[in-house]
């Protein structure tokens, strides 16, 4: 599969890709069940009156942030968005972080200073979002531009649904990222619904088509489909590494729960979600292994009692988790000193084989690069 | 020590810095070929390239959201806002992830947004604003605001080299109208104090930016026994300087040409009041600008900018009082 810039496609076709092992497979089924379980626990626990404030998760869009995290090395860099929880699994989160995260514990991820999911771990790579959208595409933006200065080949990759293209930030990104050709890799979760407001009354034309005239291509490919969403995540962080610059990637997927567990999706037709449930990418992915790729049903019970054992595990560790001490509410406005963010984890086998850090030409954060030229090079040759 | 003025110890302290720190980088519009709008930056894609004298688009919520992205990457950008009037267009990125992050998440943004602030000059309200209470009322952002060629140079180099995101006002009344000594090299002025610019005993203004010159002018002409404290940092508020002169005169005027409500003068006096109340001869003061726009027309702009004889006025009272 290619990124064609001048003819944004509509790919509902399978996506065949030679990129993954059987073992890849099977971590791809492993990373969405845990994103499931872990957001139904998750519920479980809101229900229980643990968690402050409301719920909100990604059920039904497993595939598009298992999918698309799937291809980052260790030294590329995430703006996770709130449906996209399995990302920060696969980047090294575990579940009791994000659940204690929920319920305002000392053992979340932010420690009570952020709640839900308003968190990013530093240490792996991520900077969480904020509750405006898309703000972090101009964050990724500017960690691809310091790539760009750099010379170093890493990809920054940022989520956002498709209510956050009719936001003037969404243009600001898109047309900066288009001028420099940077290293980013735009993910269009297009979940049909932003809160209530349908598609239809948030744009006249998809906005796929607009990465054309921000001067880069713009795909659509199957949300629900995991490996589809893969091959095209993989080209694009490809292209982006190479210098060829950004890449927008429209997921069709369905928010199958409402925007949060307040919210009872009167709103949403009851067709739209039978049709959809027939489409759930958990159940697509076991299809497919079990019918093309040699697994046993033995073999999948045995991934989802591990995940579900998992997830239990985890959740007693996050309530076990301690309340955060109310003498911190007042610190660290400030920093002292600035400090790298730490590499994520990278499970795909591809960096398993080749180190990324190795192969990285500009391994020291601070240091002197004498790649200045970078975009002026690019203004010479455009 | 060479003397230069106010703007050119900014570009002064700019060009060190960018010298010294590869990671070091500037960007906004116009500041590239043409050298920014009052010339900040003129003659520094010569010497520096493109890439570290970045032109961006007309897009103020990128240019800070790219600064913080790069930030956190081991840059540190120095962002330019055409005028400070302009930061409103990219007040999310700042007040919303860059002064939050740490706080959040523990992930430093050492960046500068420079902020060409102030009137006089038939700016109109939308080239003349003093929006520096806007960025103390959103936690993680520190505030700086000179008045002294040499304080341009030290503050901008700290604010550089600052792990947290730095608002720095530099008044364009100032630019070319202050001239002072500036040490050459490496001259850093730490953020959060105070200068004490005219030691007196009867009377403290406290002003910082454009208020301070008007003030030293002020004093002189009364040729009356008055202490001029600049505060030249707005967050954090220098406390300890501005309660030991508060203490010592006794009688406070609080200056700065920004809007009066909630401004950094109120903050000012409610922390003398609330701990040094027992030391007042009288009730603080304020002179600032009234909570209007900034007019266009030169009557209608003098008559909302605190004058010379404003603060002469304001001395007179309370030294009477």
Redesign the interface.
């Known amino acids: 599969m290619k990124l064609e810039a001048a003819s944004p496609s509509r790919s509902r076709e399978r996506a065949g890709t030679d990129a993954l092992t059987r073992d890849d497979r099977a971590l791809l089924l492993r990373y969405m069940l845990l994103m499931r379980l872990s957001e139904e626990r998750g519920l479980t626990l809101y229900k229980q009156g643990k968690v402050p404030g409301s719920f909100y998760d990604g059920c039904g869009q497993e595939a598009v942030c298992v999918g698309s995290s799937f291809v980052l090395g260790p030294r590329d860099r995430m703006c996770i968005l709130h449906r996209d929880l399995g990302a920060h699994f696969v980047r090294g989160v575990t579940p009791d972080r994000y659940l204690a995260n929920y319920m305002g514990r000392e053992g979340g991820v932010t420690g009570g200073r952020d709640g839900n999911m308003h968190f990013g771990d530093r240490q792996l790579g991520c900077v969480g979002m904020v509750s405006m959208l898309p703000d972090m595409a101009q964050v990724a933006t500017g960690m691809a531009l310091t790539f760009k200065m750099r010379s170093e080949p890493r990809v920054a990759m940022t989520f956002f649904g498709e209510g956050s293209t009719a936001n003037g930030q969404w243009h600001e990104a898109m047309n900066f990222a288009g001028i420099h050709r940077l290293p980013v890799v735009f993910v269009l979760e297009n979940n049909q619904f932003a809160y209530s407001t349908p598609t239809d009354l948030e744009f006249a034309v998809d906005p796929v088509q607009r990465a054309k005239s921000y001067g880069f291509p713009g795909v659509s490919v199957d949300g629900n489909d995991v490996e589809a969403v893969f091959e095209v995540a993989r080209v694009a962080s490809e292209r982006a590494r190479e210098g060829e610059g950004p890449s927008l990637i429209e997921c069709h997927t369905m928010r199958m729960h409402g925007h949060g567990a307040h919210d009872d999706m009167s709103y949403v037709p009851k067709e739209m979600l039978e049709e959809w449930a027939h489409r759930d990418p958990i159940e697509l992915y076991i299809r497919r292994l079990t019918e093309e790729h040699g697994f046993e049903q033995q073999e999948i019970d045995e991934i989802r009692n591990s995940v579900a054992a998992y997830v239990d595990e985890c959740a007693e560790k996050a309530v076990a988790s301690p309340m955060p001490d109310p003498g911190v509410a007042t610190a660290g406005v400030f920093a002292e000193s600035w400090e790298p963010l730490g590499d994520g984890e990278a499970p795909w086998s591809r960096w398993s084989q080749a180190d990324q850090g190795a192969a990285d030409s500009g391994n020291g954060h601070r240091a002197a690069n004498g790649h200045r030229g970078a975009l002026a090079e690019h203004g010479r040759t455009a | 020590m060479t003397e230069m003025t106010y703007l050119q110890a900014i570009s002064d302290g700019l060009r060190e810095e960018m010298r010294r720190d590869?990671?070091v980088?500037c960007l906004g519009e116009d500041i590239g070929a043409f050298g920014g709008a009052f010339k900040v930056t003129d003659g520094f894609i010569e010497e520096f390239?493109?890439?570290?004298v970045?032109d961006?688009?007309l897009?103020e919520?990128?240019i800070?959201?790219?600064?913080?992205?790069?930030?956190?990457?081991?840059?540190k950008?120095v962002a330019e806002m055409q005028f400070a009037d302009f930061i409103s267009c990219g007040f999310?990125?700042l007040v919303?992830?860059a002064g939050?992050?740490?706080?959040?998440?523990?992930?430093?943004?050492?960046m500068v947004v420079r902020l060409p602030s102030g009137g006089g000059f038939s700016g109109g309200p939308f080239h003349s604003q003093n929006p520096e209470a806007w960025f103390i009322q959103a936690?993680?952002l520190?505030v700086v605001a000179p008045a002294t060629a040499e304080d341009a140079k030290g503050l901008l180099v700290s604010a550089i080299r600052d792990?947290?995101p730095v608002c720095y006002l530099e008044h364009k009344g100032l630019y070319r109208h202050v001239k002072g000594e500036v040490p050459e090299g490496d001259h850093a002025v730490p953020l959060g104090e105070a200068r004490v610019a005219r030691e007196g005993e009867e009377l403290s203004i406290f002003a910082y930016g454009s208020s301070v010159p008007l003030a030293l002018q002020a004093a002189e002409e009364l040729d009356e026994d008055i202490e001029v404290i600049d505060l030249r940092t707005l967050n954090p508020l220098d406390t300890e300087a501005i309660l030991r002169s508060a203490e010592k005169t006794g009688k406070v005027l609080i200056a700065h040409e920004a809007t009066r409500s909630c401004g950094v003068g109120a903050e000012v006096a409610s922390l003398i009041s609330e701990r040094a109340f027992e030391w007042l001869d009288a009730p603080i003061r304020r002179l600032t600008a009234p909570d209007v726009p900034i007019p266009f027309s030169p009557p209608l702009e003098q008559a909302v900018l605190p004058q010379l004889d404003d603060m002469k006025e304001a001395c007179r009272e309370l030294l009477a009082y």
């Open positions: 590869e990671a980088f390239g493109p890439d570290r970045l961006t688009p897009a919520n990128m800070v959201g790219a600064s913080i992205g790069a930030a956190i990457e081991g840059m950008p999310d990125q919303n992830v939050k992050l740490h706080y959040r998440q523990g992930v430093s943004v050492p936690p993680g520190k792990p947290n």
